[in-house]
T-cell receptor, first 112, second 114 residues
Framework: GEDVEQSLFLSVREGDSSVINCTYTDSSSTYLYWYKQEPGAGLQLLTYIFSNMDMKQDQRLTVLLNKKDKHLSLRIADTQTGDSAIYFCAEGTSGGSYIPTFGRGTSLIVHP | GAGVSQSPSNKVTEKGKDVELRCDPISGHTALYWYRQSLGQGLEFLIYFQGNSAPDKSGLPSDRFSAERTGGSVSTLTIQRTQQEDSAVYLC????????????FGEGSRLTVL
């Protein structure tokens, strides 16, 4: 079945860039997502990219997709303490039942 | 309400008891999902409802787990004869039901089985 892998932890200094990586196995993935979960809260969609795109930029966020290697990354520029959260990579395939598969989540810790 | 609402937010129960967790999705959302979030395990898909179609129950871990969705809106996840390994946060999400859509998550129900 589908599998989405992420590293579990990332620690960065405030003001630096953060890069969170994700790999997936389903070559038919149509959409790839990044969700953010703050403490005690549900997940919120941060950004997404279609599988026919290589890059998407949205303010401080840059998503890069290497479809050949099935590798997705999320770069957060000028990381702030408010960015501390768990970031989930997810993939979805259109057609049939639409059930996104999520990774384990990467805990981003931003310290002053 | 404006978002997905789940209740209870916290539930502590004894091993062997049954529990019911409730999810009230966003009005007009035809798709509803239950996921389970265990420590270090990420989000595990449990069950998916889409409109009037038969639910996709492929993620339910055992026959102690069941879910229903009444009138295409509110859903209840029932766990019978709870075990300690059922302890987790149970997340409900809803979406417009299109195959491109964003999932909107509730804050979850934290279940602790003693």
């Amino acid at each position: 079945g589908e599998d989405v892998e992420q590293s579990l932890f990332l620690s960065v200094r405030e003001g630096d860039s953060s890069v969170i990586n994700c790999t997936y196995t389903d070559s038919s993935s149509t959409y790839l997502y990044w969700y953010k979960q703050e403490p005690g809260a549900g997940l919120q969609l941060l950004t997404y990219i279609f599988s026919n795109m290589d890059m998407k930029q949205d303010q401080r966020l840059t998503v890069l997709l290497n479809k050949k290697d099935k590798h997705l990354s999320l770069r957060i520029a000028d990381t702030q303490t408010g960015d501390s959260a768990i970031y989930f990579c997810a993939e979805g395939t259109s057609g049939g039942s639409y059930i996104p598969t999520f990774g384990r989540g990467t805990s981003l810790i931003v310290h002053p | 309400g404006a978002g997905v609402s789940q209740s209870p937010s916290n539930k502590v129960t004894e091993k062997g008891k049954d529990v019911e967790l409730r999810c009230d999705p966003i009005s007009g959302h035809t798709a509803l999902y239950w996921y389970r979030q265990s420590l270090g395990q990420g989000l595990e898909f449990l069950i998916y409802f889409q409109g009037n179609s038969a639910p996709d129950k492929s993620g339910l871990p055992s026959d102690r787990f069941s879910a229903e969705r009444t009138g295409g809106s509110v859903s209840t996840l029932t766990i019978q004869r709870t075990q300690q390994e059922d302890s987790a946060v149970y997340l409900c999400a809803s979406s417009l039901g299109k195959n491109t859509g964003e999932l909107f998550f509730g804050e979850g129900s934290r279940l602790t089985v003693l």
